[in-house]
């Protein structure tokens, strides 16, 4: 009989299941905080449940465990990217990006990605599979064991798209949310979607909290579709009308990805339809200059070409960012995230 993962189950989950057990339904809270606040790794160190459970427990469940094959440090910041094995033999990268303030994670979401966006290097692997509830928050896990700092954001925006796993990704935003385990305000967790429009009016209509992002990238759908094969599916029109249900419904700005790409979305066309995208928008936009991955033939926008851009966007009344990716020299930043060994 298969063993039941409790990584990826939610503390209500966990009471049904000791009461299937034929056990009292408060353990659920102390093994959530065991698995997801003190980040065991076995059952023997839950030593406030009784050693006859933990017996039980051994015999009858596992903890999600994902091996560490790498992590490579960046020189030029602390970033560090970590290559995982997963229980059948894939692997995926996760990156944790430290600056100031902030602690934060970019966590995936499926092995590889089935939208082949053109600037990303994750989109050339193709689609694998999804990953589990109990493997997204896995890395997490894993990361925080690993750092010396409280990790203070989680961005589900690595390999995959998070709208295509839907339930997985929205669950394991609450358990990262959850009191008892790492306790990540809403506010500080972030979804990223391509523009998977069904999904985006469920996530408005379901009212969750987490922020919720959109890779623009163009701001016509002819540019758009040649970066984004997904926009022939989801045009930028019917995007923009989900994403305005969205902020009417749930009352918040979405942000707005921009990867910058020299030649290709810069021009003084994109920046006019930009700042009039962004002002119909509550929205506020990020700039991301593109890192270079090395099957595709574009260029990063040199200094003086991205700050003539970001002052010409700035024109809109919404709040602009020019958002540096960090880890460029480990290939952890923004579209380089690609994980070998999963034919
Ligand atoms: S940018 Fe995101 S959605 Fe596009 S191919 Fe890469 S991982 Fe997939």
Not at 250 to 268: C, F, Q
Not at 313 to 334: E, L, P
Request: hydrophobic share 35%.
């Amino acid at each position: 009989m298969d063993k039941t993962n409790l990584t990826g189950l939610s503390r209500e989950e966990l009471a049904a299941y000791f009461e299937s057990l034929g056990e009292k339904s408060f353990r659920a809270y102390q093994l959530f905080s065991w698995i997801h606040h003190h980040r065991v790794t076995s059952f023997d160190e839950m030593t406030n449940i009784p050693k006859t459970l933990r017996q039980k427990l051994k015999n009858n469940a596992t903890l999600e465990q994902m091996i560490t094959l790498s992590v490579n440090s960046s020189r030029q910041t602390q970033s560090r990217k970590f290559l995982f094995e997963l229980s059948d033999g894939k692997t995926i990268e996760s990156v944790y990006l430290p600056d100031d303030h902030r602690h934060t994670v970019c966590l995936s979401v499926q092995v590889g990605c089935g939208l082949n966006c053109k600037f990303c290097a994750t989109g050339k692997m193709g689609f694998i599979r999804h990953l589990s509830t109990s493997e997204i928050v896995g890395q997490l896990i894993t990361i925080q064991r690993e750092v010396p700092f409280r990790i203070t954001n989680v961005v589900l925006m690595g390999m995959g798209e998070p709208f295509l796993n839907y339930e997985n990704v929205i669950k394991a935003a609450y358990l990262i949310n959850d009191d008892y385990g790492f306790s990540i305000s809403a506010r500080k967790i972030t979804i990223s979607t391509a523009g998977i429009i069904p999904k985006i009016y469920q996530y408005a209509d379901e009212g969750h909290k987490f922020n919720l992002a959109f890779s623009l990238n163009a701001a016509d759908d002819t540019t758009r579709l040649n970066l984004m094969p997904i926009n022939r599916k989801y045009p930028l029109e019917q995007c923009f009308r989900a994403l305005e249900y969205y902020t009417q419904k749930s009352k918040r700005r979405v942000t707005l990805e921009y990867v910058l790409i020299a030649g290709v979305n810069d021009s003084n066309e994109d920046v006019r339809r930009l700042v009039k995208i962004t002002n119909q928008l509550k929205c506020k936009l990020n700039v991301i200059p593109y890192n270079p991955i090395h099957v595709e033939d574009f260029k990063s926008p040199i200094n003086k070409e991205l700050n003539v851009f970001v002052q010409k966007v700035s024109v809109s009344k919404r709040i602009v960012m020019v958002r540096w990716s960090q880890g460029k020299d480990i290939n952890g930043a923004c579209g380089q995230l690609y994980a070998e060994s999963n034919s």
